[in-house]
């Protein structure tokens, strides 16, 4: 297979470099979308917390978040050394058909399909009360979440969900730039998700929206009531399986 062998040293300088990116977008991000919610109180949108997020809620958040950077940067670390070395199914270019063009969106909905049913299964596996303990109570403890709760993985969780992604840009075709925006979609979905407050209109919650995808009226169902509600990004798997909480 192309990709191998990956130089150390390089894999080395990659997975810090990819560290301190991670760490890096996650403030950028997240600093400026809590100051909005928290500190301005923002006119369009709902609060969802009953009560202020706590220093020591804040802090928990954000040690778990800085910790699962060094764990998804490995992975990351080690595509992107063999998509250097054309080991990857990662691709760039402009598309020379109306397939390829056709190609990018439907890319992006098999990723965050898979990313989807993936995380549904693992997440309500690791509510089992003999796995919660190990697995998940680090991120719980934030029963009102904020959006510095968006990446605070407990090790194993971390873990879990860190080589998804990169072990299927080695098969599943992706343009690089595709994979940069399924990024991006994923850290803005996980800190609006746990913002504390719902920014999407009222009617959108109450529509089709609402109805198919996740936002933080229904996330943050999870965080309170500690069960249900264990999607990503679409109710989906929750209403064939039977543990969606809905919407009041």
Same mark, same amino acid.
């Given at each position: 297979?192309?990709?191998?062998?990956?130089?150390? @040293?390089?894999?080395?300088?990659?997975?810090?470099?990819?560290?301190?990116?991670?760490?890096?977008?996650?403030?950028?991000?997240?600093?400026?979308?809590?100051?909005?919610?928290?500190?301005?109180?923002?006119?369009?949108?709902?609060?969802?917390?009953?009560? @202020?997020?706590?220093?020591?809620?804040?802090?928990?958040?954000?040690?778990?978040?800085?910790?699962?950077?060094?764990?998804?940067?490995?992975?990351?670390?080690?595509?992107?050394?063999?998509?250097?070395?054309? *080991?990857?199914?990662?691709?760039? *270019?402009?598309?020379?058909?109306?397939?390829?063009?056709?190609?990018?969106?439907?890319?992006?909905?098999?990723?965050?399909?898979?990313q989807d049913s993936?995380?549904?299964?693992?997440?309500?596996?690791?509510?089992?009360?003999?796995?919660?303990?190990?697995?998940?109570? *680090?991120?719980?403890?934030?029963?009102?979440?904020?959006?510095?709760?968006?990446?605070?993985?407990?090790?194993?969780?971390?873990?879990?969900?860190?080589?998804?992604?990169?072990?299927?840009?080695?098969?599943?075709?992706?343009?690089?730039?595709?994979?940069?925006?399924?990024?991006?979609?994923?850290?803005?979905?996980?800190?609006?998700?746990?913002?504390?407050? @719902?920014?999407?209109?009222?009617?959108?919650?109450?529509?089709?929206?609402?109805?198919?995808?996740?936002?933080?009226?229904?996330h943050n169902l999870?965080?309170?009531?500690?069960?249900?509600?264990?999607?990503?990004?679409?109710?989906?798997?929750?209403?064939?399986? @039977?543990?969606?909480?809905?919407?009041?």
């Open positions: 297979m192309n990709g191998w062998p990956i130089p150390i @040293e390089q894999s080395v300088i990659t997975y810090l470099a990819f560290t301190a990116i991670i760490i890096a977008r996650y403030f950028a991000i997240v600093w400026p979308i809590h100051w909005a919610l928290w500190k301005k109180t923002p006119k369009r949108a709902r609060r969802l917390s009953k009560r @202020e997020p706590t220093a020591a809620t804040i802090r928990n958040e954000i040690t778990l978040s800085v910790l699962s950077a060094f764990i998804y940067a490995l992975p990351a670390a080690i595509v992107v050394e063999m998509w250097k070395a054309g *080991g990857t199914a990662l691709y760039s *270019g402009w598309p020379q058909s109306v397939w390829g063009w056709l190609y990018l969106p439907f890319s992006i909905m098999v990723y965050l399909i898979v993936w995380f549904y299964f693992t997440h309500r596996l690791m509510h089992h009360r003999r796995l919660f303990k190990w697995t998940h109570a *680090g991120h719980h403890r934030s029963v009102q979440p904020t959006p510095w709760a968006s990446f605070s993985f407990d090790p194993i969780e971390a873990v879990s969900s860190a080589w998804l992604l990169p072990v299927m840009a080695l098969f599943v075709p992706l343009h690089i730039a595709m994979a940069l925006f399924l990024l991006m979609l994923m850290t803005i979905n996980a800190v609006f998700n746990h913002a504390g407050w @719902e920014v999407y209109p009222e009617r959108w919650i109450r529509g089709w929206w609402g109805r198919h995808i996740i936002t933080a009226s229904h999870h965080h309170t009531k500690f069960k249900g509600n264990y999607g990503l990004y679409f109710r989906f798997w929750d209403k064939l399986c @039977e543990t969606d909480i809905g919407v009041d």
